[in-house]
């Protein structure tokens, strides 16, 4: 549903018991993903004919019978039987040229029929497996009006390497009388998995050292259990033979032995932590539990709390300068990894993974650094958006899905084979272990978004036509891998599934497609769960009904109920509410919810369109605000995007004349809402939404609104730069005479360097021989960045932090180029930092002058303990300028 143009500067169940049913029921067990498929239904009957009783076989897009739609994807088969008793067999058949299914010998499909009356609600189906003269019959009964899951194990049928027929009949048990009956089956075909298991695994446990498993079997005599390695792209094959990684006899107990198997967690450089395992019967050769994953690791490398947030108030960040301004605790950057990788070592990064080198781009992952590090410096917590896009570059041929059709705009990861598995755990390991570091030496993000709106997978995560449980298993491949690599440094970074605003609807018709939202985390809490639970998160898509209409408040495809067709801000409690079931609990904990991308749409630049916008903003922070479970709000988009078929969704307009489509010209009248809302003017820069929304008190349409707890954060103090004709630091002095002394390049400064002269007047350093010159000319991202009224800084941090009590006036000479085109006025900010307090203060300057500033810290509280400075140097100009600017004796006086 976003509109996703990159911008450079973001940047089950497996039953394991049968459940209690009431009489007459039948457990529906799940869907399986079936590597076999001999009748989908999609593109016609599959080869299936006509058997005796049988006067017609199509393929239904829908059926008079509930649940009245397909199993899977848009067509299911339905035949209709002759006018004969409802006791008699009416069958459809199929016939192979010895259809070998030895090692896929679970057969699979889901069965539905008419139902007659309350006195014959009793149906059986009869699945008649053949190999020229042999048979196999596995008659069970089914429900009437719903697809039933029915399943037969062929393992031990010596005839399953040749089948040359199958057929399937329906009958009701009781009812004598002639009927016409119409009879529907889906997803038909075989897997290497059966429906139920006699075990579980309970713990799949790494250490640093081993990788270790835990469990129970229900078994009535001794069993020898063998533990078998696995990639994710691979299927166990019952026929095949394996390496044992561990062997272990077990005696059971009641019926029930529990297993403990345990295999060294790497194989010489290899990491064998992302690997799926099995666990087999040695006599049979058959699994004793679902396959399993690691769930959890006890040895991270890191440990650190999870970081606090002032406020739930995020932005997708664009202007990481303004970001500042605009005091947000959130942002989302998009990692796109197409442009991560580079085919060999020059301009890039080596990483090692599994003893083999990978190359990173140094330009793309230098500017990630810059804007993570940028952001989480000022205690935003960063969420990366980790996406494939379709662009040339030689790492597509192997992270981008074989299945992607070019429709969406985004792709589906590989993780079908061994390269595309290899490259995304090289990425991943990468991203985590770089940005989880305790130093923070590359900034630090810690929520890992995997994909977009994958629900909408034609558009945004594009993996070719699935049905929902193939897509999940796939999707799932490729979410426990950036789970486990973010796992394996940091303990408590998170993984986010994400989706769009459709919960029981969907944006298209195409079932193989789209998937409703609810569908899709229900498949993928119950593959999850089966294959190895751990606690992935949800970020979610709350847009507007309709885009371009930011009335939240009038939309009506929101309801109070787990029906709804879509959820957003006026009804996001029912996705608070669900995930509470126990059901969705991790070691009873609910599931985090990060908001990560919506916004609203200003149909104009009049006022009246900005403020309605701007309504729908106040509206949704506070409804999120006041929600308990909702982590953060990240609104989409800082600056209004030309590409984005239409919508306006900025805080700022964008310059039309500007050839770059998202280049900032005007703030909106949401921009001041926006900045203002988690502080003590909260109240009164929404008031003017009131009358918009129709209402008298928040309290009306936001359940728990309570005025006297919205300044979640404290804005910056205002601070004074005083114009003087001497300065005398006396401490903590940066001279620049024989170093940048500690101070780096920060927002959208180029580079730094100490110079002995410069072009502009007066050419000469303010003290001493040297001074310290910033190159702000920014010629490829400048226009994004707001072109010369980017602010363009520079830095310094003290990790002990220092106390100018007695030397309160931070004093410091700054000198600049002259002759910005289009620029009038040239400004000098300085921001100064105890913790998450600020005391900023901004100046005119006049350039090829040494300008001399005091700023009096001496009533400002936090004097005592500051531990970072800023300087930013900017103009009232959008041209994106070759300029530099000088600064020198930078200290404190008293
Ligand atoms: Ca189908
Ligand atoms: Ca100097």
Redesign the pocket.
């Known amino acids: 549903m976003k509109f996703c143009y990159r911008l450079l500067l973001l940047s089950l169940m497996i039953v394991l018991c049968a459940p209690l049913l009431p009489p007459g029921s039948v457990p529906s067990a799940h869907g399986a993903v079936l590597q076999t498929n001999i009748g989908d239904f999609e593109g016609g009957t599959d080869g299936w004919q006509w058997g005796s009783n049988v006067q017609g076989l199509g393929h239904a897009e829908s059926s008079l019978n509930a649940p009245g739609k397909p199993y899977a994807g848009n067509r299911m088969g339905e035949l209709l039987s002759n006018n004969v008793p409802g006791t008699a067999w009416r069958s459809i058949y199929k016939n192979f040229t010895g259809l070998n299914v030895t090692s896929v010998p679970y057969f699979h499909g889901a069965f539905n029929t008419f139902g007659i009356n309350p006195s014959h609600t009793q149906f059986e189906l009869r699945i008649t497996f053949s190999s020229n003269t042999q048979t196999l019959v596995s008659t069970q009964t089914i429900n009437a009006d719903q697809w039933n899951q029915i399943s037969v194990d062929l393992s031990g049928w010596s005839y399953r390497n040749q089948i040359t027929r199958i057929d399937v009949a329906y009958r009701s048990t009781t009812y004598g009388s002639n009927w016409i009956s119409k009879h529907q089956l889906d997803n038909i075909g075989f897997s290497a998995y059966p429906a139920v298991y006699p075990g579980q695994v309970d713990l799949a446990s790494a250490s640093t050292s081993n990788i270790a498993f835990q469990g129970t079997y229900a078994t009535t005599t001794s069993a020898t259990l063998q533990l078998i390695e696995l990639q994710p792209y691979e299927q166990y094959n019952i026929s095949a033979t394996y390496t044992f990684q561990a062997t272990q006899t077990v005696n059971p107990t009641s019926g029930t032995a529990t297993f403990s198997l345990s295999t060294p967690r790497y194989a010489g450089a290899r990491d064998k932590v992302y690997s799926k395992f099995v666990i087999i019967d040695q006599a049979t050769k058959k699994l004793v539990a679902p396959p399993t994953y690691v769930m959890e690791q006890t040895n991270p490398v890191h440990t650190y709390p999870f970081p606090a947030s002032s406020s739930i108030k995020g932005l997708q960040v664009q202007m990481v300068d303004d970001a500042q301004k605009l005091g947000i605790s959130h942002a989302a950057l998009n990692v796109s990894l197409n442009e991560m990788f580079l085919d060999g070592p020059t301009g890039a990064i080596p990483f090692v993974l599994d003893g083999t080198t990978y190359y990173f781009s140094q330009d793309y992952i230098h500017t990630m650094d810059r804007d993570i590090k940028t952001l989480s410096d000022d205690d935003v917590t960063v969420s990366l958006i980790l996406i494939m896009y379709n662009r040339p570059g030689t790492i597509n041929a192997k992270l981008l899905h074989p299945d992607y059709t070019g429709q969406g705009i985004v792709a589906a990861i590989n993780t079908t084979n061994a390269e595309g598995i290899r490259y995304w755990k090289a990425a991943m390991e990468f991203i985590a272990s770089r940005y989880t570091r305790a130093d923070e030496a590359y900034g630090r993000a810690v929520n890992f978004i995997v994909g977009n709106e994958v629900n909408s997978q034609r558009d945004w995560y594009d993996m070719g036509s699935k049905t929902l449980e193939d897509f999940v298993e796939q999707y799932v491949r490729a979410f426990r891998i950036t789970e486990t690599a973010v796992k394996k440094y940091y303990a408590n970074g998170r993984t986010y599934i994400s989706l769009d605003h459709f919960w029981n609807a969907t944006i298209g018709t195409d079932a193989l497609r789209y998937y409703k939202g609810q569908a899709l985390l229900d498949e993928f809490n119950r593959r999850i769960k089966s294959e190895g639970n751990i606690p992935w998160h949800i970020a979610y898509h709350p847009y507007p009904e309709n885009l371009f209409n930011p009335a939240i408040w009038h939309d009506t495809s929101v309801t109070n109920s787990p029906t709804t067709p879509r959820i957003n801000f006026k009804n996001l409690q029912v996705l608070t509410n669900y995930i509470q079931s126990p059901d969705y609990l991790y070691n009873g904990m609910r599931r985090r919810i990060i908001l990560s991308e919506q916004g609203f749409h200003s149909p104009s630049t009049s006022l009246a369109d900005q403020q309605k916008q701007a309504a729908a903003y106040a509206y949704s922070y506070y409804k999120a605000k006041f929600l308990d479970g909702i982590d953060s709000f990240i609104l989409h988009r800082h600056v209004d995007h030309g590409q984005e078929g239409g919508l306006n969704l900025g805080l700022w307009t964008r310059d039309t004349a500007n050839p770059v489509p998202y280049a900032p010209k005007d703030q909106k009248y949401i921009y001041n809402v926006f900045k203002k809302i988690d502080t003590s003017e909260s109240a009164a820069v929404t008031e003017f939404a009131k009358s918009i929304i129709g209402i008298s008190d928040w309290a009306s349409v936001v359940p728990g609104y309570n005025a006297a707890i919205l300044a979640d954060r404290t804005p910056p103090a205002a601070g004074t730069l005083t114009s003087v004709a001497a300065i005398a630091p006396t401490a903590n002095v940066s ?3 024989s170093s940048t002394d500690g101070w780096v390049a920060s927002e959208y400064s180029r580079s730094i360097d100490t110079v002995t002269s410069f072009a502009n007047a007066p050419q000469t ?4 021989s ?2 310290l010159q910033v190159n702000i000319y920014n010629p490829d991202t400048g226009a994004g960045e707001g072109g010369s009224r980017a602010e363009k800084g520079i830095a310094r941090t003290w990790a002990t932090p220092i106390d100018v009590t007695s030397t309160p006036k931070f004093q410091f000479a700054i000198n600049s180029y002259g002759g910005c085109p289009g620029a009038t006025e040239y400004y000098v900010t300085v921001r100064m930092y105890s913790g998450g307090n600020i005391i900023e203060a901004k100046s005119l300057m006049t350039p090829d002058k040494w300008n001399l500033y005091s700023m009096d810290l001496s009533s400002w509280a936090n004097k005592g303990s500051i531990d970072k400075i800023k300087i930013w140097f900017s103009t009232n100009s959008a041209t994106v300028w070759d300029g530099r600017y000088q600064v ?2 930078i200290g404190f006086s008293s």
């Open positions: 001279t620049f005479e350093p303010y003290a001493g040297k001074a020198d004796q």
